[in-house]
């Protein structure tokens, strides 16, 4: 069961506007959230991260909304840029049980966006 | 970038055979994992290390084995690789606290035949 998701699996934006990437959990315990970007052939890599305790992050171009009634973040991303194009993966931790304190991660299936000039 | 390399960056091996990946790090972060991307599933979790000989499972563990007698390296283990397990796999690291950040290595892609 996906306790991440991400329902959009493409997005395409101008050079230049806003790219708003969307993500929704379910596990109410979910307290620290981040945003990875992936370009083919490459791992992962950190873009930006929020807890719970917040509900807005910003860093440079990119803003991570939370929505924690609503279950709900998203990324901003302004203006976009060609090299902006890659898989952006949600994803969550926290919701430990039985003491763990490891910060597993939770991922959402990405949305592949595409910045055309 | 975070110190991680991971070994070999592509194998292909026929089912039945045993393979072993590796995961190695050079930022002596206790925290280390293997995870999975595959089409429409995103990144999960096989199994982590908490720290030298502490390891546990994570989301789909099945068919796989870790090791890890230093805090460097990480080793996936597939006894008897499948079709099923054609993947690629990504090794994490980080540093400590369960909101630390995990930084990835560039994967290894497995074509099992």
């Known amino acids: 069961d996906q306790q991440v998701k991400q329902n959009s699996p493409s997005l395409s934006v101008q050079e230049g506007r806003i790219s708003i990437l969307n993500c929704d959990y379910t596990?109410?315990?979910?307290?620290?959230f981040l945003w990875y970007k992936k370009y083919p052939a490459e791992g992962p890599t950190f873009l930006i991260s929020?807890?719970?305790?917040?509900d807005k992050n910003e860093d440079g171009r990119f803003t991570v909304f939370l929505n924690k009634s609503a279950k709900h973040l998203s990324l901003h991303i302004v203006p976009s840029q060609p090299g902006d194009s890659a898989v952006y993966f949600c994803?969550?931790?926290?919701?430990?049980?039985?003491?763990?304190?490891?910060?597993?991660?939770?991922f959402g299936r990405g949305t592949q966006l595409t910045v055309w000039p | 970038d975070a110190g991680i390399t991971q070994s070999p960056r592509h194998k292909v091996t026929e089912t039945g055979t045993p393979v072993t990946l590796r995961c190695h790090q050079t930022?002596?972060?206790?925290?280390m994992y293997w995870y999975r991307q595959d089409p429409g599933h995103g990144l999960r979790l096989i199994h982590y290390?908490?720290?030298?000989?502490?390891?546990d499972k994570g989301e789909v563990s099945d068919g796989y084995s870790v090791s890890r007698s230093k805090t460097e390296d990480f080793l996936l283990t597939l006894e008897s690789a499948t079709s099923s397990q054609t993947s690629v796999y990504f090794c994490?690291?980080?540093?400590?606290?369960?909101?630390?950040?995990?930084?990835f290595g560039p994967g290894t892609r497995l074509t099992v035949l």
């Open positions: 930022e002596n972060h206790r925290y």
């Open positions: 929020i807890s719970s305790i917040k």
């Open positions: 994803a969550a931790s926290g919701g430990s049980t039985g003491g763990s304190t490891l910060g597993r991660l939770y």
């Open positions: 994490a690291i980080s540093r400590d606290s369960r909101t630390d950040t995990q930084y």
């Open positions: 290390s908490y720290g030298v000989k502490d390891t």
């Open positions: 596990n109410s315990m979910f307290d620290y």
